[in-house]
Nanobody, 125 residues
Framework: QLQLVESGGGLVQPGGSLRLSCAAS????????IGWFRQAPGKEREGVSC????????HYADSVKDRFTISRDNAKSTVYLQMSSLKPEDTAVYYC??????????????????WGQGTQVTVSP
């Protein structure tokens, strides 16, 4: 079964940092663009960032620009989301998702073929 596995979530104080990881189970992430989404209770799933399969193109939502950095290590078949200057409003379940090659309409969940189960990020004093 093809699936993605997120890790690295947890509880952090405002202003702190976390690094999320996304790895594949049953296949390699190479050749796939990877997007990060988040969903807070009572809210719609929000596209946060995306990186192309080569790593040459990245996208960020305005709400996280200059605070989050997406990267990938294709040798390890892993994508990372480095989150800094975290705010309480960043609290959500974070998901990674895969679509072939490019970040086409990266904020649309329907564009992605594979999803992880999510990892909780809580930003609280």
């Amino acid at each position: 079964q093809l699936q993605l596995v997120e890790s690295g979530g947890g509880l952090v104080q405002p202003g702190g940092s976390l690094r999320l990881s996304c790895a594949a189970s049953g296949f390699t992430l190479n050749g796939y663009a990877i997007g990060w989404f988040r969903q807070a209770p009572g809210k719609e799933r929000e596209g946060v960032s995306c990186i192309s399969s080569s790593g040459g193109t990245t996208h960020y939502a305005d709400s996280v620009k200059d605070r989050f950095t997406i990267s990938r290590d294709n040798a390890k078949s892993t994508v990372y989301l480095q989150m800094s200057s975290l705010k309480p409003e960043d609290t959500a379940v974070y998901y990674c998702a895969a679509q072939l090659y490019y970040c086409l309409n990266y904020v649309s969940p329907n564009r992605y073929d594979y999803w992880g189960q999510g990892t909780q990020v809580t930003v609280s004093p």
